[in-house]
């Protein structure tokens, strides 16, 4: 299998399977005399972690991670920077019934179709339990941002429930199970997902994920727009299936003047937007204003409700998938768009660098809002 790399100045190399001895990352063209620890990367590591809520899926895994190389004395190096991740609480029995059966909405039979082989503990590659890595990869990545650049995710629907945005504050998303920046709506959606989790299903969700402080010309016109590769980083997170930047969708509602982002002047001679319906890119360069993204999470595939499937004889049958699964993966899909914005950022960011040296905008500079 081949295509496991992302990234072109800051390239994100991920390795192993649910139930194999460990995953682990190399992350390629990081600058050298970065201070880099393993203290750097674990808390985000720990955002993600299974098993902290009845929520999430109750596989007790620590996510320890450990820096194999590229880094002397507290700082990087320059060379490639390995990272390695023990799994620790794999259960791979509770795969033994289904290891001749496909999922319905699983990768299983796509897996089939290619390789004619597949691993089904925990689905093997297709496991979500590998963007542990690209968490890992996008805390080094902030570091190479720095910290004005602010990254921040949240969930904003579970289901049909989404949040109230007059309610919408930074604080609580950190206070709750839900990474939700809407303390009733948090509230609410305990309920739900009780009752979908006790039912043996699952839920989808939205998740939103904003930067702030990155400065404007981080992208390229036509072939490597900012916008293009943030949708196709939060497209290759499991189960997500639609990404809109700004307004999105929203847009195509909107006569010409009502999505214009408008400028004005400040006394200071820098340039205001009045809005920020682009989410942050034009043209596929930043503007200096905050970069909005959001992507939609399928229901969890893997659940205890019996659906119609087939198996590798090609027999009908009926299918139930036992063992430890997230009820709503979009909750522990919040960390991982942080940690994809912050990979693509730190690439695009070293690209303008390597082509148009410092961040020095010609013209006039920007406020953001």
Same mark, same amino acid.
């Given at each position: ?35 880099? %620890?393993?203290?750097?990367?674990? +808390? ?23 820096? @194999? ?88 629907? $579970? ?21 939700? +920046? ?51 980083? $939060? ?27 408008? $400028? ?5 001679? %820098?340039?205001?937007? @009045? ?14 204003? +905050? ?43 919040? +960390?991982?768009?942080?940690?994809? $914005? ?13 082509q148009c040296g410092e961040f020095v905008p010609g ?7």
């Amino acid at each position: 299998m081949s295509h496991n790399s992302f990234g072109h100045l800051f390239r994100v190399t991920t390795w192993g399977e649910s139930h194999g001895p460990a995953i682990g990352c190399v992350v390629d063209g990081v600058p050298p005399r970065i201070a880099l %620890s393993e203290a750097d990367i674990q +808390p985000f590591l720990d955002r993600r972690r299974p098993g902290q809520s009845r929520f999430t899926t109750q596989r007790r895994e620590p996510d320890t991670v450990k820096i @194999l190389s590229g880094v002397y004395q507290g700082q990087t190096t320059g060379t490639p920077i390995a990272l390695m991740i023990e799994n620790t609480d794999q259960r791979s029995k509770d795969y033994a019934n289904i290891a001749d059966r496909f999922r319905p909405g699983h990768a299983d039979i796509a897996y089939h179709w290619k390789y004619g082989i597949r691993d089904p503990r925990g689905g093997g590659r297709s496991s979500a339990r590998e963007t542990a890595m690209r968490v890992a990869a996008g805390a080094i990545a902030r570091k190479i941002l720095g910290d004005d650049i602010i990254i921040r995710g949240a969930l904003v629907q $579970m289901g049909p429930h989404g949040i109230d945005r007059s309610r919408f504050d930074d604080a609580e998303i950190d206070r709750n199970d839900f990474f939700c +920046p809407d303390p009733l709506a948090a509230r609410l959606w305990e309920a739900e997902l009780d009752a979908i989790r006790k039912s043996g299903s699952s839920v989808g969700a939205v998740v939103e994920i904003t930067a702030s402080g990155a400065p404007p010309g981080l992208g390229a016109p036509i072939y490597a727009k900012l916008d293009a590769d943030l949708a196709g980083a $939060m497209m290759s997170i499991n189960a997500v299936k639609a990404v809109e930047i700004g307004d999105g969708f929203a847009a195509a509602a909107l006569r010409g003047e009502a999505n214009a982002d408008e $400028m004005r002047m400040n006394p200071d001679g %820098s340039v205001r937007f @009045l809005a920020n319906h682009a989410g942050g890119v034009l043209g596929g360069i930043s503007t200096g204003q +905050p970069i909005v993204v959001r992507f939609a999470v399928k229901p969890t595939s893997s659940i205890l409700t019996e659906v119609a499937s087939v198996d590798a004889e090609g027999t009908e049958v009926d299918i139930q998938t036992k063992g430890r699964h997230d009820p709503c993966v979009g909750i522990r899909a919040v +960390p991982v768009g942080e940690a994809m $914005m912050a990979c693509v950022l730190a690439d695009h960011w070293l690209r303008h660098r390597a082509q148009c040296g410092e961040f020095v905008p010609g013209g006039l500079p920007i406020t953001q809002m």
